[in-house]
Every structure is written in structure tokens, then in C-alpha cells.
């Protein structure tokens, strides 16, 4: 009979999940052990960078992705990265090495105690086998509710539970779909609110990025000529940001977002919580005389929404419903002019960089950032057209930027990746560096360097407390640093030779320092 572990190998082959990101400990052996040749192991250095890797693998190629960690201590380190898959809904499949089953009880070393506990809440789902038997069904489980929820999983197996040889199991050779479709009264009901509002609003979220719905959400907002925000906190661009129709993206505070959305009758919300607050600003959550009306299917999401109502459904057959239902509406289509980037005194000012980037980049590049008192900045100066143009930590939790950098471009080899890192960032996820080297990912990092914690400072001055310690980071140097890791790296403090430095096209890592004057987000 085939052990648990051939089992294990030949389920997952079936599924497409033949990328395993991880950094092994002595529990997870076992399973790796007989890896099929066709299968790529992707070795990280620490495990917050192995999720963050495979954080933005998974966004990049919208398939669920399996992740391999290390125990407890393993998971733990985890963690922090997993914040961000969490909220960017990414269908990661976690596997956790544990003691052998007569060793738990006694909390041997490297014993998991509780293992199904740990990643909790953050994770859809969480499980250990109740025994060997039980392991192909709990796999299966596992990549089954990491799809359908389109959120991680964790699951953790005792690691002789491996070599024990069990019949082929049934669970193995099942599928399992999603499927939520509106009824056709829903979508009446809605395309008449729509058609019936004197001025709607559009507003959408990281979700249909994701999901491939960018065309068509640029398609909606035209066809019914509306004036469209992205939602708070962005993960992802789901409208292009030079468009005539876009408005930016909305503020992250309750008073400020109710204040963009002051003379709408109707808003209506596709692919997005509402909303990612983050400052806060109380007040009320909508004007007075404004609906809300949100598509999600994100059942948490709809449920915790504190005002409007909510549809649960996937946004594609809304979009079309509303293209085919609602009759069309005079709109100003077309891309804006960039305005002229601001300049520094004594260094660059990061509109400077990107607008180089904007200049020299083509037009299909995905930008991972991690640079958050340049939020700002960044939206005044680039011009992103195109799906899949962005990735940002979903949960704000620092270490995503390098990592995801890399692990998008492993799942899009097709598409130039540029990763625009602030240099208090960069430390969290710095091991990345060395995955990046040794597999000669062609990734290019940009690391704005000031020296000071920007957003940290600026949330200070916000919160009347502008006088804490920890704000200042002085005398880093990250050419060393790639170097150290084996990435080619320059420092770069002219416009010039920036734009000379980004025109070249890698085929490896290369990272370029850029000295730039610290700002604060607007």
C-alpha cells in the first residue's frame, strides 16, 4: 500500500499545488522526503518571509499555494505575515510538521501543544489529524477551505504519521466549487436602485483585482459614467488611477470617508469591506440621505459591516447585470496628465523616483509597496493601467514588501516586478534577499532610504504624541546588506542616474538604495 506521504504528493500534484515555499525543521522532513522531481521547493530563511513569499506568489497567479513551516516556533514567526495573507484573502495552504503522537502528551521538544489552536483566528481553517488514517481526508480539507474561503489554512501532522501505509482514500478524488450567484430578482432590484439614482457613486475594492474583474469594473464605471473611489486600505488597484472617472482612494478614518462621499444618494461598494477604517476619526458613517450598498462575497465581511446594505454574491454577475440592465449615461472617459513631481532639497523627493519609475517602467509592471508615509506621493505620480499593477500589505503588517516582491515574480515570469520598499520595511523581510539571489528571480528592488520611521512619525503628530522614541533609523546600508545575500546593488542619489539605473533590464535581483527626503502621508 502507498504511504500518506505518496498519497499526500499525488493529491497535491493534481491540484497544480507542485510550489511549496518553506523553511524546514527536523518535523517536517518526513514529508519532504520522495518529493516528486516536477515539484520546486522554495527555501526561505525565516518563515515571516516564506509566508510573505508566498503571499504575493498567490496573489500573482490566483491559485492557492502551499506553505511549509516549522512547529510552533516555526508558525509563530509566521504570524506576522500571515496578518497580510489573511486580509488579502490569499488562498494560502499551511503545513506544520509535528512531534511524533506519542510525544505530544509530553511536550517533547519541538511538540506543538494545542497546534490547532495557534494560528487561530487568523486562519479559515484549522486541523491535525486524529490519526494517520485521517491524514489524506485532512489534506484534502485543508486546500479545500483555503479555496472556498479564499483565506489561509492551517494543518498540522505528526510527523510518523508520514511513512504509515493506508489505502487510497476517497477524499482525494473529490472537487469542491464555489458558487454564488445572484437570483435575478436581486439583480432587478439592484440595477433599478442604480438606474433610479439621481447621483450614484462607485466605489471598489482589492476584490476585483483579484478576482480578474479590472476591464470589466473600467467597463461599469464608464458605461454609467460614475465617479469610482477605491476603498480604504488597499491591497490591490482595481481601477485605473489616472482615469477621468477616479477620485482616489477613499481616507481611513469614519468622518473622513463620509465627508468624500457628501452628495451621493447611492454608493455602491464592489469587492470591499466597508470600509478598512485605520485613523480614528469618529463621526457619522454615511451623509445624511446617502445608501450604501455593498457586494461582497465575503460573508464576514458583510456580516461586521456597520451601516448599508449587503448583497452576498460574487461582483461578476452584478457587473454584467448592471452593464446589460441599466441604460447607459453620459461620462468623461480617457486618462488624465501626471502633474509635475515634487523636487527635494537636499535629497530626492520619492515623487521624483516615481516618476522615473512612471517614465521608465513598462506599462504591464507589477509594483509590490512597502513605503507607507509615501502613500501620497506614489498616487500623485504613477500611472497604473493595467490588472495586477499593485500589491500593499493588506494588513499594514511590515515584512510584506521584499518577500511578496519575490514571490510575485516567481508566479509571473511574464511581467517585469519592481518592489518599492521604505528602508524601516525592508529590515522585516530582509532574508528575502537571499531567496531572490539564489534563484535568480529578475526582480528589481527600490529602497527608499531616509532613515526615519515616516508613517510612525506622522500617526505621532496625528495622535499628539510626537515626541516618542524609536522614530529614527540612521546608518543603514543596503547595498552591503544584498550584497551580503549575493543581490547586485548601486546607491543612487541623482534623478539621472536613477532613470539610467531603472532602464536597464535584470536578469537577476538587483537592488538600487535611493536617498530620499523623509515626507509624511497626506
Known amino acids: 500500500m502507498p504511504t500518506a506521504r505518496r498519497l499526500a504528493h499525488e493529491f497535491l500534484d493534481r491540484r497544480g499545488l507542485t510550489t511549496i515555499f518553506g523553511n524546514p525543521g527536523s518535523n517536517e522532513l518526513p514529508f519532504l522526503a520522495e518529493l516528486p522531481e516536477h515539484f520546486r521547493y522554495v527555501l526561505g530563511l525565516h518563515e515571516g518571509a516564506v509566508v510573505g513569499m508566498a503571499d504575493g506568489y498567490a496573489q500573482a497567479t490566483g491559485r492557492p499555494v502551499l506553505v511549509n513551516l516549522h512547529a510552533a516556533a516555526g508558525s509563530g514567526n509566521a504570524m506576522g505575515a500571515l496578518t497580510n495573507a489573511v486580509y488579502s484573502r490569499s488562498p494560502l495552504v499551511l503545513t506544520a510538521g509535528q512531534q511524533v503522537r506519542t510525544a505530544i502528551g509530553l511536550e517533547a521538544m519541538l511538540a506543538n501543544v494545542d497546534a490547532t489552536q495557534l494560528m487561530r483566528p487568523l486562519v479559515a481553517w484549522s486541523g491535525e489529524p486524529s490519526c494517520a488514517e485521517d491524514v489524506p481526508r485532512s489534506l484534502a480539507q485543508a486546500v479545500f477551505e483555503a479555496e472556498l474561503h479564499r483565506r489561509p489554512s492551517y494543518l498540522s501532522v505528526p510527523y510518523d504519521d508520514w511513512a504509515a501505509e493506508l489505502p487510497a482514500s476517497p477524499a482525494l478524488d473529490r472537487d469542491v466549487q464555489r458558487g454564488l450567484s445572484p437570483s435575478e430578482t436581486q439583480l432587478d432590484d439592484l440595477a433599478a436602485s442604480v438606474a ?71 454608493v455602491l461598494v464592489l469587492g470591499a469591506p466597508v470600509f478598512r477604517y485605520h485613523q480614528h476619526v469618529p463621526g457619522a458613517y454615511l451623509p445624511e440621505g446617502t445608501r450604501l450598498v455593498q457586494v461582497t462575497d465575503d460573508f464576514g465581511a458583510a456580516a461586521r459591516a456597520p451601516m448599508g446594505e449587503a448583497l452576498v454574491a460574487d461582483p461578476a454577475p452584478v457587473i454584467e447585470a448592471l452593464l446589460a440592465k441599466v441604460p447607459a449615461r453620459a461620462a468623461r472617459t480617457g486618462y488624465g496628465e501626471t502633474p509635475e513631481p515634487k523636487t527635494g532639497a537636499k535629497a530626492l523627493h ?119 522614541p524609536g522614530t529614527e533609523i540612521p546608518g543603514l546600508d543596503f547595498t552591503a546588506i544584498a550584497a551580503g545575500y549575493g543581490v547586485e546593488a548601486t546607491t543612487v542619489t541623482d534623478e539621472d542616474d536613477l532613470r539610467t539605473q531603472l532602464k536597464a533590464t535584470p536578469d537577476g535581483p538587483r537592488l538600487l538604495q535611493v536617498d530620499t527626503e523623509p515626507t509624511t502621508p497626506e
Open 196 to 266: 433610479a439614482a439621481k447621483n450614484p457613486a462607485l466605489v471598489l475594492g482589492g476584490d476585483i483585482d483579484a478576482t480578474g474583474l479590472f476591464d470589466r469594473a473600467v467597463a461599469l464605471a464608464e458605461h454609467l459614467g460614475l465617479p469610482t473611489w477605491v476603498a480604504p486600505s488597499p491591497h490591490r488597484l482595481p481601477f485605473p488611477n489616472r482615469h477621468r472617472l477616479f477620485r482616489g482612494v477613499l481616507p481611513a478614518g469614519i468622518a473622513p470617508v463620509s465627508a468624500a462621499l457628501t452628495g451621493h444618494d447611492l
Open 350 to 468: 520619492p515623487e521624483q523616483v516615481f516618476a522615473a519609475l512612471r517614465d521608465t517602467q513598462p506599462g504591464d509592471t507589477r509594483y509590490v509597496v512597502e513605503s507607507t508615509s509615501t502613500n501620497s506621493a506614489w498616487w500623485r505620480q504613477m500611472d497604473l493601467r493595467r490588472e495586477g499593477s499593485y500589491f500593499f500589505p493588506a494588513a499594514g503588517g511590515l515584512g510584506f514588501g521584499l518577500p511578496a516582491a519575490v514571490g510575485v515574480a516567481m508566479g509571473s515570469p511574464d511581467r517585469p516586478v519592481v518592489g518599492v520598499i521604505g528602508d524601516g520595511s525592508a529590515n522585516y523581510g530582509i532574508t528575502a534577499l537571499w531567496t531572490a539571489a539564489q534563484y535568480r528571480v529578475p526582480v528589481t528592488f527600490v529602497i527608499l532610504r531616509n532613515g526615519v520611521y515616516g508613517a510612525l512619525r506622522w500617526f505621532g503628530e496625528l495622535l499628539g504624541t510626537p515626541d516618542v
